[in-house]
């Protein structure tokens, strides 16, 4: 039978250090070399130096076994971000041809305590290789189980886009997204992911046969939510590279007179607009004529044409950026 990697590797009730186990009797442990004149040497744990001293050992003796297996868990109980640990481990497993399902039940145990640890990622996406697809389901639930505590772990989000693309389990993952969405509009790791899904699924025929339905999804949380920056970025993204589909779609322009209408400040709505206006746009009279009313309650820019107006607003409005609107006031080739 293949050797066992849970995390009841070589664990008894009571912690026996190294030195007294019969097993690594014949062992000499090596020291951590901090050099003749350490000027900080860490003050270690007992329990953490002599692990590691006897790990260092196995490790330069290159000793693949059940032994140098069960030191592998030890040392990562104790630190789990050390990727030499890591690496000597997958050696190890590899070497004893040792059961991976079990193995990542072991790191899984250690994922949930440690979720944004490098290390343990990207040792599950080494198992998830040797596994194959038939771990994919199983993985999506665990990350699923890390955002719900964290919805926005960077490495859950990259493990998670990673299986889909590399396994599948694209099927329901536009609803997942949007139940993420529904739990919380704010979150941009989940629109993010909607943008992935919609297009790279290959069950929902990409960008252009999305888009459309899409675009309504996203005005509806706009209008709900103005301020919130993360829609506006996915509507913009939806036309991405098309600025002739972005501009000839009047949902565009009149979501923002929607906004601006009730607030006249709202920058996200500005700064779409003034895209819309650079690539062509030629606002509707009401579109217009909002503006202009915006541009008449402040005579500083009463006679500055529209374009130009939005960016001196935007200046005032959105003064963290007030040297970018400057620049990009300089980058109005026309009166509009």
């Known amino acids: 039978m293949a050797p066992s990697s849970t995390s009841s590797e070589g664990a008894t009730d009571e912690w026996v250090p190294p030195s007294r186990r019969p097993e690594l009797a014949d062992v000499v442990p090596v020291p951590q070399d901090d050099g003749p004149h350490p000027v900080v040497p860490i003050a270690y744990r007992d329990e953490f130096r002599e692990v590691m001293d006897y790990f260092r050992a196995l490790y330069f003796a290159g000793e693949r076994s059940v032994r140098a297996l069960h030191l592998t868990a030890e040392a990562i109980d104790l630190n789990p971000g050390n990727y030499t640990v890591w690496h000597f481990r997958r050696l190890v497993l590899e070497a004893l041809e040792a059961n991976l399902q079990e193995e990542m039940n072991f790191v899984d145990q250690i994922a949930e305590c440690n979720p944004k640890n490098y290390q343990i990622w990207h040792h599950k996406r080494w198992l998830v290789e040797k596994l194959g697809p038939g771990i994919a389901n199983k993985e999506h639930e665990f990350t699923r189980k890390i955002l719900a505590m964290d919805a926005k772990n960077y490495h859950a989000w990259s493990h998670r886009q990673w299986v889909l693309q590399a396994l599948g389990g694209w099927e329901t993952e536009l609803q997942y997204c ?70 000839a779609d009047e949902r565009i322009s009149d979501v ?81």
């Open 178 to 247: 949007n139940q993420l969405l529904e739990e919380d509009v704010f979150n941009n790791s989940a629109w993010n992911q909607r943008y992935l899904v919609i297009t790279r699924s290959p069950f929902l025929g990409g960008l252009a046969a999305m888009r459309d339905s899409e675009v309504d999804y996203t005005i509806e949380a706009i209008l709900a939510n103005p301020q919130n920056e993360s829609p506006w970025r996915y509507l913009k993204g939806l036309y991405k590279g098309e600025n002739d589909f972005l501009m």
């Open 256 to 336: 923002c007179l929607k906004v601006l209408k009730n607030d006249s400040t709202c920058v996200f709505a500005l700064s779409l607009l003034l895209d819309l206006l650079q690539i062509g746009l030629q606002p509707s009279d009401e579109l217009r004529g909002t503006v202009e009313a915006m541009k008449n309650s402040d005579p500083e820019i009463a006679d500055a044409d529209l374009a130009t107006a939005i960016c001196l607003i935007l200046q005032k409005c959105d003064p963290l950026r007030i040297n970018y609107w400057s620049w990009y006031r300089t980058t109005i080739s026309s009166q509009i």
